[in-house]
């Protein structure tokens, strides 16, 4: 079961939930993985205090010219939909930024005069908080594309072990029963990539007019993917009820409604676990993972 913990919005609860969840489903006997997809600003690890024992580069692949064999036909750039590659005079030029790594100049070069080379991007971190196992990614300061980040923070569910680890290390890096992956905010190209292939959507959003704009936003976002939506209305006490009448009309279920509690803005401040500081939290977490999994039977 892979869960995708979204929002339209930033500060609406997402890392709290998602955070807190893990937490909830590895105490609860499932086997847990949190992946931190928010690439640009990473903070899960400020709550799960993982230890990691893994690091390794995220490579982004770039197009590399040999003037020597290049005719400077042009048929790169004619063939890049980005821009990332012109072909001026004798020079090729290739900018690092707007390149999507689709391999499509290489195919298109009729000399063989362009190959791929790895440029790192970022970080990634593969460790275990206690009994869940945790991934993150670090997108390095001044890149312009955080999709192949995350990316490269997905498919880390899906590598096959590597020669460098014991087999006893690998089996922690196997597919969980619940994944949990914490989404950046917004509905761009980053999120996109996020809640992709996941089995259930969770908007985290809160009862006030921009919870509820940004709300519509990210659902039009799910449902053009197609993928399965639910919301968690975070600090539901306050604001209003057309949050809940939208989620009505739209037969959006709401399998959750958090409370506005002083005991979890003080654990958030912390860094400690909302769920080991608030019982009635640990409850509701404990609540809606039993109806995650509920759908999911």
Do not use: W
Request: hydrophobic share 40%.
């Amino acid at each position: 079961m892979k869960v995708a913990i979204a929002s339209g919005k930033g500060g609406t609860g997402k890392t709290t939930v998602a955070t807190n969840l893990a937490k909830v489903a590895a105490a609860e006997g499932c086997t847990a993985a949190y992946l931190d997809c928010d690439v640009e600003e990473p903070n899960g690890r400020l709550f799960l205090k993982p230890t990691v024992d893994k690091q390794r580069s995220i490579d982004k692949l770039l197009p590399a010219v040999d003037l020597g064999r290049c005719t400077f036909c042009g048929r790169c750039s004619q063939a890049c939909r980005y821009g990332a590659i012109a072909c001026v005079g004798k020079q090729v030029l290739v900018f690092a930024e707007l390149c999507h790594s689709c391999g499509g100049c290489t195919l298109a070069c009729p000399v063989d005069a362009i190959r791929e080379v790895p440029k790192s991007i970022g970080e990634l971190l593969l460790g275990m908080a206690g009994p869940i196992r945790f991934v993150e990614g670090r997108l390095n300061v001044g890149e312009a594309m955080s999709p192949p980040a995350i990316r490269a923070v997905k498919s880390s569910t899906h590598h096959a072990p590597r020669d460098d680890l014991r087999h006893t290390e690998c089996d922690q890096y196997n597919e969980a029963d619940l994944t949990i992956f914490d989404c950046p905010p917004g509905t761009s190209c980053p999120v996109i990539e996020s809640v992709r292939g996941s089995d259930l959507v969770l908007l985290v959003t809160e009862p006030t007019p921009f919870g509820l704009n940004d709300l519509q936003l990210a659902v039009e976002m799910v449902r053009t993917l197609k993928l399965p939506l639910a919301v968690v209305l975070n600090r539901c006490d306050i604001g209003d009820d057309r949050v809940r009448r939208y989620c009505a009309g739209q037969r959006i279920p709401i399998l959750a409604e958090i409370p506005d509690d002083r005991a979890v803005a003080e654990a958030y401040c912390r860094g400690q676990l909302a769920s080991d500081a608030a019982p009635s939290f640990a409850g509701r977490i404990r609540s809606l993972l039993g109806r995650i999994l509920k759908g999911a039977a």
